[in-house]
């Protein structure tokens, strides 16, 4: 049996275009496997309010996306310590911060709230960077394991090395990798 010319290119048109279509189910499928690796080893969310806040308070909007993944991976919980929300804020702390900001009306289930939270999140880095000379070590460290940790282990002048706490070393560790990440992946989002 012999096919005609014609016939031998619609059967090889629609091989191509199948092969085509082949080719761009793969492309697409890899582009969602690297999304959903992404949306495991580095979420974001509300870059929205990150980028709004980064810009009002003047810290680095990768360095509270960074805080926000170590702090809680950007899922909304509440710690065994009490800590509430995206960046894992106490109720001590957030009093700390209302009386620091002239706030009157805060109650404690505003935390669960991601644009309050990540708003007085970055107001405490704010105010933490400012009282360590924008020592972002000192600031992180105190950030996690509180103000008078950090003063005794060197306050301003902090480094790596001396902070005691393995714990808080390797937070602080891995919130500044991950800043290069957020940097790195989404600069657009984050207004970088």
Known sequence: MTLSV?????????????LAG???????SRLDIE??????????????????????KDV?????????????????QTSAAGARGLM????????VIEELSGGQTFVLEDLSDPDINIRY???????????YGDNE???????????????????AGLDLDDIAFAETREYVEEVLAKRDEYRDHYGDELGL
């Not at 999140?121 to 009282?131: I, K, P, S, V, W």
């Open 35 to 56: 999304e959903a690796i992404r949306e495991v080893t580095l979420p974001l969310r509300h870059d929205d309010i990150i980028r709004q806040q980064a810009a009002e």
């Open 121 to 131: 999140g970055t107001f405490y880095l704010r105010y933490l960077l400012d009282r």
């Open 22 to 28: 082949a080719v761009i189910g793969l492309v697409l």
């Open 137 to 155: 070590i000192a600031a992180l460290a105190a950030y996690n394991a509180g103000e008078g940790h950090v003063d005794e282990w060197g306050g």
């Open 6 to 18: 014609d016939r031998r290119r619609r059967i090889l048109a629609v091989g191509a275009a199948v």
């Open 88 to 95: 894992q804020i106490t109720p001590q702390t957030a009093n």
């Open 60 to 76: 680095p909007a990768d360095l509270i996306a960074a805080v926000i993944y170590a702090e809680s991976r950007f899922r909304e």
